[in-house]
């Protein structure tokens, strides 16, 4: 069928209902009529991505997001409404909400509060700071956590974050739902530690994962990319899809870091080329430290430093290659090196010179193996999926389902 906005013109019904998914947008809905997403996602690299200009429409069950870089209120906006009868229901945004009386347009919540690593089977006690531009529910699906109070006012809110007493080595990690007439989420992380501190205070929440600060890597020039203020670089949530175009870059480099790891815990990138049938065309198409770089050149890896790198030059991939997946593993075959040893993985993903995301691998655990991230096609043009799934059979299975022959 033809694209989002053809296809609600082609149905004249009362109810328009988009099967679960992931849709393109932008759409406009000029008609009175029910719009039901079933819990898909309608996505544009710039707002408004839902624009309402009949009266007498109900939106419900549906994700609505900006997923690319805009700048003013309108290009940033999720949702555009003209009618003051418009009726959202079960509604998640990311990005801002206009036109709607009852909610404030901007918002400025962090993506992710990292409460970093505290002390394990003890009560650790943390004090966040969010702003709100007005009253506000909370939903907290966070594990291990109990959130006083559980509502925010208009201005700035101080919440007590108390965690039970978890073991050592426990990953925490969930989501709070910010709720109005719409949902906003926010991703929560840490990891209880023996070793590690008692926390009875913490500072203001941030907009990500903490990075540690860059160190000189013995890499080729183009390779290596300088630090840049966080609030230039934007935090990704688990699923969320971006234009590669928004790096205004052709090179897409991508480093992988943590804060801490156990000793002895190695982790390497391996980049898996694959066709329309999601499968390697041949074994030499898994670039990793046994074979740095495509044939063509599209694709280069490598580590410095203990930190893995991967260079992807999409001017240069062949057009028969449908897909790069980008995964990291921890080396070795003992199950009992794994990513629950690693305190906070992320990739930094760089267009050019300039880092542009970032991405946490907050909920990783006994995984020895994951998927950080897809570089695909999408109608002609280059995207990228951030993944984030893991595996616990290690590297072995995911050479496998993508084809490639492992002894």
Known sequence: MGNIQEQFHAN?????ILPPGEYEGPLVVDRPCIVDGCKSTLWAPRGPVLTVSAPNVTVKNLRIEVTGISVGTEASSAIKVYSPDTRLENIEVNGNVIGLKQ???????????SLGEFAANKENIFFVSLPAP??????????GLRIFPMQLNAGQNRLIFTTDELRDNTILYGEILVRTSVSRRIY??????????MHREAGPAVNGPIVSPPVQMDLPEEIVAPQVPDPAVHTLKKGQRIFAKELNSSRIRITYEHQNAAQGIEIDSYCFILGENGKVFCDEDLIFFGNTEAGDHSVKSGTSDGRSWVLVDINK?????S???VCYSVYGDDASQNFSMVSVPIVRIFGGSREVF??????????K????MEIYRYRGEWKMNFVGAGYRNGLKQLCEDYGVSVE
């Open 103 to 113: 909610e404030p347009e901007t918002w400025n919540l962090p993506g992710i509060i």
């Open 12 to 16: 004249l019904n009362g109810v328009f």
């Open 188 to 197: 929560v992380a840490g990891k209880a530690l023996k070793d590690a501190p």
């Open 369 to 372: 193996t994951v998927v950080a």
């Open 317 to 321: 991939v062949d057009a028969s290659v």
């Open 323 to 325: 897909k790069i997946a």
């Open 134 to 143: 007005c009253k506000a529910e909370l939903d907290s699906e966070v594990k």
């Open 358 to 367: 970032r991405f946490g691998l907050n909920d990783l655990s006994e995984e």
